[in-house]
């Protein structure tokens, strides 16, 4: 069974441009969450989809977006970056504890992540 | 004061040691994860759980609902076993993960 896969591994962008990344989960997982990771804040929760549909938002500007596809993939925007975007962009993909219906997310699947340098 | 609080911030033992790593919390929690980094980036989920006790392998790890702690204990660590520990809880009835800062073990053979 494939992992979750993240492209582009490693990318560089100067100020004010923007960048999409994007996820694509493990087969069957409905549920995508994006995390930002840098030296200084450590781990960051910045959004989590599920079926096409944003449930949970972290305290991020809202030059950060999301969005999730019928197939469960999901991209992350970033517009207009700043030099402090410089991160590594993480997703992780998981079912939810209960078999059916849509409680709460269960373990986490994670790609190896973007990384994002802002020159 | 952060939500979730993890000690210590780094760990150094000799191969065979047994190992702990805490986690505290402030908020309403319905389960706690631990995760394993590695350098490079990579995260591995060790563990979820909501209450008692999990094993897997030389990982168990432990939560104590009423005193918000949880412990991550390594019996026989292995220089292998040296990354970054992070424990996470998503506030009750959310997904928005709040991540400790992690505990930084290095194994020596």
């Known amino acids: 069974k494939a992992g979750v896969t993240q492209t582009p591994r490693y990318l560089i962008k100067t100020r004010g441009q923007q960048v999409t990344l994007s996820c694509s989960p493990i087969?069957?997982?409905?549920?995508v969450s994006w995390y930002q990771q840098t030296p200084g804040q450590g781990l960051q929760f910045l959004f989590e989809y599920f079926s096409e549909t944003q449930r949970n938002k972290g305290n991020f500007p809202g030059r950060f977006s999301g969005r999730q596809f019928s197939n469960s993939r999901s991209e992350m925007n970033v517009s207009t970056l700043e030099l402090g975007d410089s991160a590594l962009y993480l997703c992780a993909s998981s079912l939810p504890i209960k078999p059916t219906g849509t409680g709460r997310t269960g373990e986490l699947f994670f790609g190896e992540g973007s990384r994002l340098t802002v020159l | 004061k952060n939500e979730v609080e993890q000690s210590p911030q780094n760990l150094t033992a000799q191969e065979g040691e047994f190992i702990t790593i805490n986690c505290s919390y402030s908020v309403g929690i319905s389960a706690l994860h631990w995760l394993q980094q590695h350098p490079g980036g990579g995260i591995v989920s060790l563990f979820m759980?909501?209450?008692g006790k999990k094993k897997h392998g030389r990982l168990i790890a432990t939560i104590n609902i009423q005193e918000k702690h949880s412990s991550l204990h390594i019996t026989a660590s292995h220089p292998r076993d040296s990354a970054v520990y992070i424990c996470a809880a998503p506030p009750y009835n959310t997904d928005k993960l709040i991540f400790g800062t992690g505990t930084r073990l290095q194994v020596f053979p």
């Open positions: 759980l909501s209450s």
């Open positions: 087969s069957g997982h409905r549920s």
